[in-house]
């Protein structure tokens, strides 16, 4: 898990406010979702998410919210724009830039969101992406940056990989 390739997206969390940033890999030969719905429990059912009106996403279980599109896209579908893609200090940086601009829900405290609270929307019955699909809808099956720098070597730092 630990990374410090230079594309990742972000993924923006106020102080109990969270959004995405993720790779910037090609996404166009993706396979499609895959869920071993028979086999395994489902671990975010869409129940414990409130879709906001405003692009924002509250999680039930855990009080985070979260921004329902990855930096870069938008749309009610997340399908306008392409997920940008950044280098872990980019994503650091990068949610000032979106606090500035147009931030999700009008909200202007977004951060990055730590290891433990990205890794609590993986969909564990699902790959390609492993992430609710209706809650977070075009999210590309690819790394998405946490603030959490890795502890043995803080030049490298942790990440949630959607991809399976």
């Known amino acids: 898990m630990k990374q410090t390739l230079p594309t990742k997206h972000l993924l923006h969390v106020m102080s109990t406010i969270i959004g995405l940033v993720a790779t910037a890999l090609s996404y166009a030969n993706q396979p499609e979702q895959t869920c071993q719905t ?26 985070l919210m979260w921004a329902q599109c990855l930096v870069g896209s938008a749309g ?15 994503a650091l940086l990068a ?34 992406p492993a992430i609710n699909l209706e809650v977070f809808p075009s999210t590309p099956g690819s790394h998405v940056w946490s603030s959490s ?11 949630v990989d959607f991809g399976n």
């Open 38 to 63: 028979n086999n395994i429990t489902q671990t975010t059912p869409s129940a414990r998410f409130q879709v906001n009106l405003n692009q924002t996403v509250t999680d039930s279980a855990t009080g």
């Open 76 to 90: 009610v579908d997340c399908s306008q724009g392409e997920a940008t893609g950044f280098t872990w200090a980019q």
């Open 95 to 128: 949610v000032s830039a979106v606090n500035n601009e147009k931030p999700p829900g009008g909200h202007k405290d977004w951060r990055l969101p730590n290891i433990r609270e990205l890794s609590t929307l993986t969909e564990l019955q699902c790959a390609y």
């Open 149 to 159: 720098p890795y502890h043995f070597y803080t030049h490298y730092s942790w990440y």
